[in-house]
């Protein structure tokens, strides 16, 4: 395994492609292939909502069969004991729809990169006190630019947030220019009976999108 930190190889995999994959529903037999497809089309960022069928199993095969430079990990994270089952699996990322500060401190104890779920300013520096790597911005339909640029004013320069929900290769840009660095990316990306040859496809749309608002 790398040397790196998981913060270190967090940012590097959010530099190479701040995108996250949400593959909410997808069973383990699936898993690697879908997982190397995503990897081929630039992604390094993968997570396995918890209310997946037998999610730590397609976490451990994802992570098992992808190189050091991608980090697979868990979504739906809601509780401490969630968080030692994902490190026991070998998950490297904890997701979470919501910003509970002993889930986030548990996930940093562990050696995990976070990414909490929040609305609000209060929320957010909370999630950033109690250690977050990035801010997920959840649900994005509620957080419309406007007020995401509105909260990315008072938050600490270099603050990573990624809204999530509702995001297709067509409305990265307002966000993008209201201040996010990347996104979470679910049912748009994957949705359960996808043949790994369609989510490929759709991968390919998403960071040519990404591509051409970064410049990268």
């Known amino acids: 395994m790398s040397q790196l930190t998981v913060e270190e190889r967090f940012a590097a995999a959010s530099a190479q492609l701040p995108l996250v994959a949400i593959l909410r529903g997808i069973t383990p037999a699936?898993?690697?292939?879908?997982?190397?497809?995503?990897?081929?089309?630039?992604?390094?960022?993968?997570?396995?909502?918890?209310?997946?069928?037998?999610?730590?199993?397609?976490?451990?095969?994802?992570?098992q069969s992808l190189p050091d430079d991608a980090l697979v990990g868990a979504g739906t994270v809601l509780t401490v004991d969630q968080v030692r089952e994902l490190k026991d699996s070998g998950g490297e990322?904890?997701?979470?729809?919501?910003?509970?500060?002993?889930?986030?401190?548990?996930?940093?104890a562990a050696g995990m990169a976070c990414t909490p779920g929040v609305v609000t300013p209060t929320e957010a520096f909370a999630a950033?006190?109690?250690?977050?790597?990035?801010?997920?911005?959840?649900?994005?339909?509620?957080?419309?630019?406007?007020?995401?640029?509105?909260?990315?004013?008072?938050?600490?320069?270099?603050?990573?947030?990624?809204?999530?929900?509702?995001?297709t290769p067509d409305n990265m840009q307002p966000y993008v220019d209201a201040g996010a660095t990347g996104f979470g990316l679910g049912s748009a990306i994957y949705k359960p009976g996808m043949t790994a040859e369609q989510v490929a496809a759709v991968a390919a749309r998403f960071v040519a999108g990404w591509r051409a608002l970064s410049g990268r």
Do not use: C, Q, W
């Open 30 to 63: 699936e898993s690697v292939e879908i997982g190397r497809r995503l990897y081929e089309a630039g992604f390094r960022l993968i997570e396995v909502p918890l209310n997946s069928p037998e999610p730590f199993k397609s976490i451990a095969a994802i992570r």
């Open 93 to 108: 990322l904890t997701v979470m729809p919501h910003a509970d500060t002993a889930v986030i401190r548990a996930a940093k």
């Open 128 to 167: 950033l006190a109690a250690g977050a790597d990035a801010l997920k911005i959840f649900p994005a339909e509620l957080v419309t630019p406007a007020i995401l640029k509105a909260i990315r004013v008072v938050l600490p320069k270099g603050t990573r947030l990624l809204p999530v929900g509702g995001i």
